[in-house]
Nanobody, 115 residues
Framework: QVQLVESGGGLVQPGGSLRLSCAAS????????MGWYRQAPGKQRELVAL???????NYADSAKGRFTISRDNAKNTAYLQMNSLKPEDTAVYYC?????????WGRGTQVTVSS
């Protein structure tokens, strides 16, 4: 069984920064990709950033130039550095991992951008 645990969410003012972390644990084989999605109230879950183990990192247009995804493969951990945050970034952020042919989700961490 695989578990993904997010941390680092919270309340931040517009223009501020947050760093999210996602630690994978359990019966982990080869992690093919790790990434972040988000879901705002009343909206569908959407991709923020996805980093394959081999290949090009994919960012949502809204994240380009402001957010940076990174991975520490030795720790099975992914990070999302979010800068220049805007109120429209307010959402629950979910960690995602693709292990083998299966996708796994964390429970999410709330990010609120408000003055």
């Amino acid at each position: 069984q695989v578990q993904l645990v997010e941390s680092g969410g919270g309340l931040v003012q517009p223009g501020g920064s947050l760093r999210l972390s996602c630690a994978a644990s359990g019966s982990i084989g080869a992690i093919n990709a790790m990434g972040w999605y988000r879901q705002a109230p009343g909206k569908q879950r959407e991709l923020v950033a996805l980093m394959p183990s081999g290949g090009r990192t994919n960012y949502a247009d809204s994240a380009k130039g402001r957010f940076t995804i990174s991975r520490d493969n030795a720790k099975n951990t992914a990070y999302l550095q979010m800068n220049s945050l805007k109120p429209e970034d307010t959402a629950v952020y979910y960690c995602y991992a693709r292990i083998g042919n299966l996708g796994y989700w964390g429970r999410g961490t709330q990010v609120t951008v408000s003055s």
